[in-house]
């Protein structure tokens, strides 16, 4: 029984529900992150000023010459200035570098500290020059190796794909590439997709939008920890594609694999490996010499070069917080699919990559790209709903505080966390790292901070609620599914457990949504029937699709996914709730199979029969459940459901689950035989025939249920 409550606390709380604490990696590694500024000696810091009416530019730690104007490109909004009522600085007024450094050190330290992160760095750019580079903590705990903001390579996962846009957009600038064409066109034959029923086909703007319709599987392929196992490009495309579950454009879910489609068209269109076009076009121009998307491993025939050794020191090393110590992970390979999230990087080389952006493609002498990029990177493909992400031709759209209006990309891998944004109207750029798994509250909270930090007026949270949503309640509560998701097999049954959002209306008239990143508070924005809402505590917005006046589902601010209204059955209360009478039945079953005299068992040979299989299938749900609530206590640390996807415990679990689901279907065909029973002598009694056909009944709905969640399916792993 307590396998089975595992079992249903993993379901009810839509995540795994227990934590086995790995082996510390020493005993004498610290418990909280140690401030860069501890290792080295500290420079001396100029006094914080209060907010000058005109401050003066701060020299920078590194000078840049201004990025040129370049015709036809999105207009400077320096040359607009623009001042929101209450905020420290208008637009045309750059952060002095002291206040810059002393808000940033403070505010890292402090995130760093609460959130068990190993190490951090960050760069500022702004007003053509770098304003702020710097590193905190380390890069590595077995010997400490402190981060060093020129040197430490971070792997900045989702960056990655801001890369592959530039490069995407310079042939749609040289007109080798259309972003409306198919992107078959472009594509080799092997890995051009099938149409599998929809005729919209699928284009680089789609693409662009995460648009293009495909189910999302990423477990046992899209990390690897054996070098051995990364695989070229295109032979990964052709491996692991995924099924197409809706008609390209039709609403936005994020799709590693549809960059990397996106990444092969270029690199077929050149005749050239992605990671060499990056080199040529990109970072080599731009002076990122210690920006790759190369990795450490052995050199084998058929991939790209690896890392260079002058590399490999310095890559960081990521790690998990068990609770009682940082746990280090393996390097995490992407390699076989680069153009989605490979890059490693340096907070110095990000400065000079979101100088560059912030020059409309060109800095220091060097057009990196041209004025239609340019534009397209400002210009988001789709139209939503205030404060959501339309996609600008692949970089994301942030709606931060006073107004301001960013670009950038968002980047995770298991262990690093990372985000870059710039901001025109501010002539502002901000980049920050970090290499532990929790480091995702810093880096997605960072610049919003800054932002409002600087350039936005006070704001008192948090917000008030609103009696008029308690009154329309009903039409928002309920549970809801992402789109982004495995359709089908273990991982969609995965996937169903932990990708759900519950919605309800507090007393105090605020929305509060629960999912997979934690709860959170929203309170009407506009007309509650507009369905638009902002965080309680934040400038975030979400927004409802109504259909008749109810909520179909909602997108975040960030527009990766839809949460849909569930069908009824995609509810984990309802799996928890047939897998605890399930397990209760089982042991029932058993128990009376044990205990009940032999002498006074009176039954035919049909029912005998019967009873054996319901034995047996007791028996197999309940080592079901105990294998499954093993599975979730290793799933605790993620990398290790990545790295070992599916494993022995959960295909066994599944396999078990299919015998008895199986043995169900016979139950349910001999019922009938069951109950006709024969001469009392040798037939159950009523109780016992009711207490069977309850059994059977308990375990045939838990049985379609499994059927429709993915468990049923071992081989699909």
Known sequence: MAALAALVSLTWANCAAAQEAPQSVAAALPDAPIPYSQVRPKRPQPKARTAPTAPARAPAAAARPQAPTIAGAPPSAAALPTQVSGARLASNQPIPAAELEAFVDGWVKDAMAREHVAGAAVSVVQGGQVTLKKGYGFAGLGPRKAVDPDRTLFRVGSISKTFTWILAMKEVEKGRLALDRPINTYLPDKVRVRDEGYRRPITLKTLMSHSPGFEDRALGQLFERDPARVRP?????????????????????????????????????????????????ITGPLGMQRTTFREPRPERRGLPAAMPQALRGDVATGYWWTGAGYEPRPYEYIGQIAPAGAASSTAGDMARYMLMLLGNGSWNGVTVYGPQAARAFRQPIQATAPGINGWAHGFIVYDLPGGRRGYG??????????????????????????????????????????????????????????????????????????????????????????????????????????????????????????????????????????????????????????????????????????????????????????????????????????????????????????????????????????????????????????????LTLVTVVVLPAVWQGGRRVDSWSLLRKTAFTTTVVIYAAFSVALGLWGLLAPWSA
């Open 233 to 281: 490009l295109d032979l990964y495309l052709r491996q692991e594609r995924p099924a197409r579950v809706r008609a390209a454009g039709v609403l936005s879910s994020y799709s590693n694999y549809g960059t990397g489609l996106a990444g092969l068209a270029v690199a077929n269109l050149n005749r050239k490996p992605f990671e060499t076009l990056v080199e040529e076009q």
């Open 409 to 662: 990309h968002n980047g995770a891998t298991l262990s690093f966390h990372s985000s870059l944004v710039v901001i025109p109207e501010l002539d502002l750029g901000v980049f920050i790292t970090t290499n532990s798994d929790e480091g995702s509250k810093l880096s997605n909270r960072f610049v919003e901070t800054l932002v409002r930090q600087f350039y936005a007026p006070p704001v008192t949270f948090p917000r008030a609620g609103s009696s008029q949503l308690r009154d329309m309640a009903g039409a928002f509560e309920g549970y809801y599914v992402t789109t982004r998701r495995a359709h089908g097999g273990l991982e969609g049954f995965v996937n169903l457990l932990i990708g759900g959002s519950s919605v309800r209306v507090t007393p105090e008239g605020r929305l509060l949504v629960s999912g997979q990143d934690g709860p959170r508070l929203w309170v009407p924005e506009g007309p509650i029937a507009d369905g638009r809402f902002i965080a309680a505590d934040g400038d975030r917005r979400i927004a409802f699709i109504m259909k008749d006046g109810r909520a179909a589902g909602f997108t975040d601010a960030f527009n990766a996914d839809r949460k849909q209204r569930a069908a009824f059955w995609m509810n984990p209360l309802l799996l928890g709730g047939l897998a605890l009478l399930a397990g209760l039945a089982a042991v029932a079953t058993l128990l009376g199979a044990i205990l009940r005299n032999r002498r006074d068992v009176r039954e035919n040979q049909i029912q005998a029969r019967a009873a054996l299989a319901q034995n047996i299938q007791a028996g197999l749900w309940l080592a079901t459940f105990a294998l499954v609530a093993a599975w979730a206590i290793r799933a605790a640390d993620v990398a290790a459901v990545f790295y070992a996807w599916p494993g022995v415990l959960l295909i066994t679990a599944s396999a078990c689950a299919l015998v008895a689901a199986a």
